[in-house]
């Protein structure tokens, strides 16, 4: 399956951002799909994670409450909604897929990743 982020850009602290990650190749619905970002310096840590069919939803503690995992399997997409942002939230953010039959929150359980959107959050 072959994944295309985007939606990335430059905001404002407190503003909201939408992240989209089209799929090809595959139906959507085969995959837990889940989202990751990197900030410079740092390592790749998970953000949000949906089961195949929407039912599970985990998020990381920093952004419980803040964003909102989503899929729509019959358009293949996924999406990141993402409220009152803060300058910490800066980083690329991916989009990726795994086989896995249960919910992953860790970069070994993606076996595919996409080219990653870049999210400024400014002060």
């Known amino acids: 399956v072959q994944l295309q982020a985007s939606g990335g850009g430059l905001v404002q602290a407190g503003k909201s951002l939408r992240l989209s990650c089209a799929a090809s190749?595959?139906?959507?619905?085969?995959?837990?799909m889940g989202w990751f970002r990197q900030a410079p310096g740092k390592e790749r840590e998970f953000v949000a994670g949906?089961?195949?069919?929407?039912?599970?939803?985990s998020y990381a503690d920093s952004v419980e409450g803040r964003f909102t995992i989503s899929r729509d399997n019959a358009k293949n997409t996924v999406y990141l909604q993402m409220n009152t942002l803060k300058p910490e939230d800066t980083a690329v953010y991916y989009c990726?897929?795994?086989?896995?039959?249960?919910?992953?929150?860790?970069?070994?359980?993606?076996?595919?990743w996409g080219q990653g959107t870049l999210v400024t959050v400014s002060s």
């Open positions: 990726t897929a795994s086989r896995a039959t249960v919910l992953i929150t860790t970069t070994q359980g993606y076996d595919y």
């Open positions: 190749g595959r139906p959507l619905s085969s995959y837990v």
């Open positions: 949906i089961s195949r069919s929407g039912a599970l939803i």
